[in-house]
């Protein structure tokens, strides 16, 4: 019903920097906060940055002044910039959206894509 679906990662030397872009599809309502995650081997997943429908954005500490994110509320997607890339951001980072439908409100997830930062 509804599709999330991510691009962009890749494999990038410490400094550099990389974007990733998400799109979600379907039976969309709304789409009140979309966001982006990041899993590393052997740790759970963690919040990166959201932002609501309203344009309030969160952060995690990690990441703050480093990444950038931002949404297309028109066309539902969502982007997360990301620059001065360090070792420990390599992990597989997911899309996430609450998206409001004609059945209910759910919160959806991309398959994910992989952020590799060699040092």
């Known amino acids: 019903q ?6 962009g990662g890749g494999l990038v030397q410490t400094g550099g920097s990389l974007r990733l ?5 379907g039976r969309i309502f709304s789409i009140n906060r979309m966001g982006w995650y990041r899993q590393a081997p052997g740790n759970q997943r963690e919040l990166v940055a959201t932002i609501t429908s309203g344009g309030s954005t969160n952060y ?3 990441v ?14 969502v982007d997360l910039r990301m620059n001065s ?3 420990e951001d390599t992990a597989v980072y997911y899309c996430n ?3 409001r ?3 209910g409100a759910n919160s959806y997830w991309g398959q ?8």
């Open 64 to 77: 703050k002044g480093r990444f950038t994110i931002s949404r297309d509320n028109a066309k539902n997607t």
């Open 112 to 119: 994910g894509t992989q952020v590799t930062v060699s040092s």
């Open 2 to 7: 509804v599709q999330v679906v991510e691009s």
């Open 85 to 87: 890339l360090k070792p």
């Open 21 to 25: 872009s998400c799109a979600a599809s």
């Open 97 to 99: 959206g609450f998206v």
């Open 101 to 103: 439908t004609d059945t």
């Open 60 to 62: 995690a500490d990690s």
